[in-house]
């Protein structure tokens, strides 16, 4: 932009010198009174033309051109509090050293910069301060080797999102990089159902049309392979039932109390989990509370992951929750209702109230 600027000054003097000093020239001949004349009104001239172009150059420029003024100005003063705040905190860091949070945010400051070795550098001291204990560091880190170098995904960088995925098995970002990691390792069931599982958590209508892209090409890939899009066979527990055709019939209601609190719809998400394990649920649907009570089927084909289904444990607790910040993740506020159902033993609908708040 100050190019251009310098240019377009440049330009402009080029034009009055050419026009201004034709006219401030006078005849070397003529009459002494006509040639005062004529020179005073050549200076006239000249002046006007000298201060009215700029003026008028201004002017148009300012009302024709659709360059945003105010944006630049905006940014620049964005950029330069960035920068202050920036350097203060690292005056900070150097101060106190072992401040975590001060090095995470040093760190997310740097990815939004763009300046991925030094945000590399700030989380590898959050990661050397927390043990590698710290879920939203070994993301930090990751995302920031990442971007510093691609290649990065096939080694420490994928190490640590995996890492990650076994603490958070339902993080957005880990799930996302973990899934790309996966296929540029060549494994291309862990990274489908990894964008599977991101898949499921509702993301934009932008996001989700690219992941379903993906993840129906790499089903496709998969067949070709002779994989397939099925799972791999499953170690069956020794109690659990044969996997052929499971579902659960769940009824679901909102206690009076819970219904006179809400002030507008909310998501609704019932799922089933396998009580013995950990990990993402066996199957999970999405619905509002607006269509509350529900009669709902929960199947294998509701599975986040195609290796885990209700169909690979004899017995599942099912949860319907009303979530207060439309996150499929249970956060302190929720709504919900439990309850347990064993296969071969239950029978008939199960049915669930919505009458507890997450603590």
């Not at 004349?37 to 000298?50: D, Q």
Request: net charge neutral.
């Amino acid at each position: 932009m100050t190019a251009f600027i310098i240019v377009c000054v440049a330009m402009l003097v080029a034009a009055l010198l050419w026009m201004v000093l034709p006219l401030v020239r006078a005849p070397k001949t003529g009459d002494s009174t006509e040639l005062a004349s004529y020179r005073s009104e050549r200076r006239f001239s000249g002046i006007a033309v000298a201060l009215l172009v700029p003026v008028l150059a201004i002017v148009m420029y300012a009302g024709l051109s659709n360059w945003d003024w105010k944006a630049v100005q905006i940014e620049t003063t964005q950029a330069a509090n960035i920068e202050q705040a920036v350097s203060g905190l690292e005056e900070k860091l150097k101060q106190n050293p072992d401040n975590l949070d001060g090095w995470i945010m040093l760190g997310r400051s740097y990815v939004a910069m763009s300046r991925y070795p030094r945000a590399a550098d700030a989380f590898q001291q959050a990661y050397d301060l927390s043990k590698g204990q710290n879920v939203e560091v070994l993301i930090g880190l990751g995302e920031a080797l990442a971007l510093t170098d691609e290649a990065s995904l096939t080694g420490r960088a994928g190490q640590l999102f995996d890492q990650a995925l076994t603490m958070a098995p339902n993080h957005p970002k880990a799930l996302w990089y973990g899934g790309v990691a996966a296929l540029r390792q060549g494994n291309l069931r862990l990274g489908r159902d990894r964008l599977q599982m991101l898949m499921a958590q509702n993301p934009p209508e932008e996001i989700r049309g690219v992941l379903a892209r993906q993840i129906q090409d790499l089903d496709e890939q998969l067949a070709a392979s002779g994989e397939g899009a099925a799972p791999p066979a499953q170690t069956a527990q020794p109690s659990a039932v044969p996997a052929a055709g499971r579902a659960i019939q769940v009824s679901v209601s909102l206690s009076p109390q819970l219904r006179q609190q809400l002030s507008g719809p909310l998501p609704l998400f019932i799922l089933a989990r396998d009580p013995s394990a950990g990990g993402p649920p066996l199957a999970v649907q999405r619905h509002s509370s607006d269509s509350l009570p529900l009669n709902v089927t929960l199947s294998e084909r509701d599975a986040m992951i195609p290796s885990r289904s209700i169909a690979t444990v004899p017995k599942v607790v099912v949860v319907a929750r009303l979530s207060r910040s439309g996150a499929p993740q249970q956060q302190s506020g929720d709504y919900y209702g439990e309850a347990e159902y064993e296969f071969g033993k239950n029978s008939g609908p199960l049915t669930i109230i919505i009458d507890r708040v997450v603590p």
